[in-house]
């Protein structure tokens, strides 16, 4: 079993930045692969980034490339996402998973899931 915990949630402004992090309670933290999801009011849930499991392979969606950063330590069993230039459509709950073995970028994939934190951005 894997348990999630989200912290660095918060209300910024635009252009802001923002750093997100994900611990995880597990001895085999290498054994898996991370996302990061978000969802908006009304919205589904979407995929943000992911990374393997030894942080070689990184995977953004085309909403977030160029101003968000994922990474991990499989030494601390964490995983953070540092966001740039936050713009007020980044404004959702975010989400961070876990999945054995594979990366991937579909959230029915991961199924392991942390409580969400809320990341709002004011114009």
């Known amino acids: 079993q894997v348990q999630l915990v989200e912290s660095g949630g918060g209300l910024v402004q635009a252009g802001d930045s923002l750093r997100l992090s994900c611990a995880a309670s597990?001895?085999?933290?290498?054994?898996?692969?991370l996302g990061w999801f978000r969802q908006a009011p009304g919205k589904e849930r979407e995929f943000v980034a992911s990374?393997?499991?030894?942080?070689?392979?990184?995977y953004y969606a085309d909403s977030v490339k160029g101003r968000f950063t994922i990474s991990r330590d499989n030494t601390k069993n964490t995983m953070t996402l540092q966001m740039y230039s936050l713009k007020p459509e980044d404004t959702a709950v975010y989400y961070c998973?876990?999945?054995?073995?594979?990366?991937?970028?579909?959230?029915?994939?991961?199924?392991?899931w942390g409580q969400g934190t809320q990341v709002t951005v004011s114009s």
């Open positions: 998973a876990a999945r054995l073995m594979v990366v991937s970028t579909t959230p029915n994939d991961y199924h392991y």
């Open positions: 990374i393997s499991r030894d942080g070689a392979g990184t």
């Open positions: 597990v001895r085999t933290f290498s054994f898996y692969a």
